[in-house]
């Protein structure tokens, strides 16, 4: 058996026990908290997403399943309508 790892392992479960603080933590420091944390979990999920989502889109448009994107449409200029234009023509 590894000592060092042994060691190292109680070590950090005896700095994560929480001691009395007498501390006051107000609303403020609490939803800022939360925020960062919420914001961190959420860009993580993100990137996950960002990651396996790509592979997916090009399968399922090399598939077909989805467009190829948008085509441009040519409009027709003043000139080609059969309304008059400008110099009234």
Do not use: E, H, W
């Not at 598939?63 to 190829?68: E, M, P, Q």
């Amino acid at each position: 058996m590894n000592y060092s790892r042994v060691f190292c392992f109680i070590f950090l479960f005896l700095l994560s026990v929480p001691l009395n603080a007498y501390a006051y933590i107000g609303p403020g420091l609490g939803g800022g908290t939360i925020g960062a944390i919420l914001g961190v979990i959420g860009s993580v999920f993100l990137a996950i997403f960002a990651v396996v989502y790509y592979p997916i889109k090009r399968l399922l448009k090399k598939k077909g399943l989805i467009g190829k994107g948008r085509k441009n449409k040519t409009t027709d200029s003043p000139a080609d309508s059969d309304q008059s234009g400008v110099n009234g023509k």
